[in-house]
């Protein structure tokens, strides 16, 4: 039951106890709280109904967030945990960056080493292309929207610009021209996922730089700095040079794509040669589906998404695989780790997945220069008694092969000192020595199998401080004493005395 906070006067929101407020932005204001059941700390942004009234556009753009952030599972993304409303506000209850905004940690250092540098843009670069895979394009990506947890690990958030568009559309939009691509600001049509590479281009430059490639007190003179593409190449490394010449390339058909990146000697600097990088996992196969077996809920969530009623009903019925099926797989959370084709794995070092026609969402953007400036933060105040409900589109979607608890055993081992890349690639290897496949779906995360045993398991990497990482090995199918034999010599492979 909802409450006050004793001798405060504040407001409980759901389970979650607000402590004090984070800062405000463009659609409310952010406040820290913990849940009084797990005392797990918590961002909740409060937006207040009103604001529809007063901005067109807000609510539909407030519910595609809700939804894409709903969707998307990532340790590099920031997660939605829950959403609550009342009378007047929304509440979304988010994942605690505890280290606050990137811009913030940058201004206080004023350039970075180039290897921590280099590490967030990797980071930022899985994230993206875990987003582009599902046809996902953020469309503001600047340091103000990625955040830091406690372990100073990147967290992608703010997607109230993020969209899924499976046609050609026109739409007018406020963004960032700092960040933005040529062919944004000049009001063509555009590729999504090329226009967010030339955004973390730009950030990449800013955190080596301390200041942006494209700046000017006149934003018409900044927009056309922009459209040229020229710009001052500070005295960086000539790889770092090239690469960030290859992403802010003007020609967007031109511009280095995610996969040339991951191939860049900058991308894997730090890195075993030998180690095979992450890539999102492979689609699962699904036939025809039924329309009218679909939970509405599930339904009102796609087409918050950006799918039409018409779109819908051809995708989901289609014998192909549809971006439609991916995503109502996803809200179902049917995925099971049976079902991945394991042919594709990561193991056997084989791309099989190409990109769809479906998955290129294109936009027209037009800038306005009294409202383009990047740094503008504005906020509002919400105060009254609450009266919360959880919204039909709240459910705690998830993506991977495993929920929560959904396992028949769970070993855990600390490791110090050694990065979570290396900690991949020895297991990496291991595995390989093991006659195991396996897949690598994100930094911190492996699936793997023993066809030989029968066995089936997750490994994931979770940060207790910047440079330690505890290491998780959950039994998803199979017998307990290989269980027991893989987690032992993972143990050993990472140097852990048992």
């Known amino acids: 039951m909802d409450g006050n906070l004793p001798g405060t006067g504040e407001p409980c929101i759901g389970n979650y106890i607000p402590v004090r407020t984070l800062g405000e932005g463009t659609t409310g204001k952010v406040k820290l709280a913990f849940n009084k059941d797990t005392n797990e700390n918590v961002a909740i942004k409060i937006i207040p109904k009103s604001s529809f009234e007063k901005k067109a ?37 988010l994942e605690y960056a505890q280290q606050g905004e990137l ?25 993206l292309e875990y987003l582009h895979k599902h046809g996902i394009c953020h469309r503001d990506l600047k340091p103000e929207n990625i955040l830091l947890d406690a372990s100073t690990r990147i967290k992608i958030a703010d997607f109230g610009f993020a969209r899924w568009i499976k046609t050609n559309i026109a739409e007018t939009s406020c963004g960032s021209p700092h960040y933005a691509a040529p062919e944004v600001i000049s009001g063509k049509a555009y590729d999504g996922r090329k226009a967010d590479i030339w955004s973390v281009g730009i950030i990449l430059f800013a955190l080596l730089a301390g200041y942006l490639p494209f700046d000017d007190a006149s934003i018409r003179s900044l927009l056309h700095k922009v459209k040229r593409g020229t710009f001052q190449m ?27 990146i991951k191939q860049h000697p900058c991308f894997r600097q730090g890195l075993n040669p030998e ?12 036939g025809p589906i039924n329309v009218e077996q679909i939970n509405p809920d599930l339904l009102k969530n796609l087409l918050r998404i950006g799918f039409s009623e018409e779109d819908l009903q ?108 290396q900690i ?20 911190q995360e492996i699936i793997a199998r023993s066809e ?36 032992e010599s ?3 492979a990472l140097g852990v005395v048992a």
Do not use: C
């Open 57 to 93: 556009g807000l609510e539909t753009k407030v519910q595609r967030e809700i939804a894409l952030m709903g969707l998307v599972k990532h340790p590099n993304i920031m997660r939605l945990i829950d959403v609550f409303e009342s009378p007047k506000h929304l509440y979304l209850v």
């Open 103 to 127: 811009f913030d940690y940058l201004i206080s250092r004023r350039v970075l080493p180039e290897d921590q540098a280099l590490d967030f843009f990797r980071q930022i670069i899985l994230a």
């Open 234 to 260: 500070p005295a960086f490394h000539p790889d770092i040079q090239d690469l960030i010449h290859r992403i802010l390339t003007v020609d967007p058909d031109r511009r280095i794509t995610i996969e040339e």
């Open 275 to 286: 180690y095979i990088l992450p890539k999102p996992l492979p689609f699962v196969n699904v």
């Open 314 to 421: 051809a995708d989901l019925s289609s014998p192909e695989n549809t971006m439609a099926k991916v995503f109502l797989t996803m809200l179902e959370q049917k995925t099971n780790i049976m079902s991945i084709p394991w042919d594709a794995a990561d193991s056997n070092s084989v791309d099989i997945l190409q990109q769809s026609e479906i998955m290129t969402p294109v936009h027209v953007v037009h800038f306005h220069p009294d409202s383009a400036d990047p740094f503008q933060r504005h906020g509002v105040t919400p105060s009254e008694s609450l009266s919360l409900s959880q919204m039909s589109y709240a459910t705690q979607y998830t993506w991977g092969v495993e929920e929560q608890n959904n396992y028949l055993q769970e070993k855990t081992f600390e490791t110090f000192g050694i990065t979570i890349w």
């Open 424 to 443: 991949m690639f020895n297991i990496q290897t291991q595995l390989k020595s093991m006659g195991m496949q396996w897949f690598h779906p994100n930094p």
């Open 452 to 487: 030989e045993v029968d066995l089936y398991v997750t490994i994931e990497g979770t940060f207790r401080t910047t440079e330690d990482v505890n290491v998780s090995l959950r039994l998803l199918h199979g017998d307990g004493s290989n269980f027991n034999e893989l987690y």
């Open 490 to 492: 993972l143990q050993s």
